[in-house]
Nanobody, 127 residues
Framework: HVQLVESGGGLVQPGGSLRLSCAAS????????MGWFRQAPGKEREGVAT????????YYVDSVKGRFTISQDTAKNTVYLQMDSLKPEDTAMYYC?????????????????????WGQGTQVTVS
């Protein structure tokens, strides 16, 4: 049974930075993919960044490329999302998710329906 707990959200001014953390507990495996998603009020959940745990390969949605960085600390079983140059349109609830498989097409790692395990979310407000 895997649990994901996000932290690090908050209120930040445009141009500022935040680092989100996702701590995983329970039976986790290296052959897995973890992702960060976000959902703003009235909008669908959007894939932001994904990382393959065995290789560290990362993939991003175009709107955050060059501003966000996903990384992991395997010893701590934690995945991070460093968010720089934040914009008001980045305001959303941010969720961490996990799936125990690897995607041949990295774009699949940005599809929420491919992930069965979710955290409770952490709010990011840029204003």
């Amino acid at each position: 049974h895997v649990q994901l707990v996000e932290s690090g959200g908050g209120l930040v001014q445009p141009g500022g930075s935040l680092r989100l953390s996702c701590a995983a507990s329970g039976n986790t495996y290296t052959s897995s993919c973890m992702g960060w998603f976000r959902q703003a009020p009235g909008k669908e959940r959007e894939g932001v960044a994904t990382i393959q745990r065995n290789s560290g390969f990362a993939y991003y949605v175009d709107s955050v490329k060059g501003r966000f960085t996903i990384s992991q600390d395997t010893a701590k079983n934690t995945v991070y999302l460093q968010m720089d140059s934040l914009k008001p349109e980045d305001t959303a609830m941010y969720y961490c998710a996990a799936v125990f498989l690897l995607f041949a097409d990295p774009k699949e790692g940005l599809k929420a329906r491919r992930f069965p395990i979710w955290g409770q979310g952490t709010q990011v407000t840029v204003s």
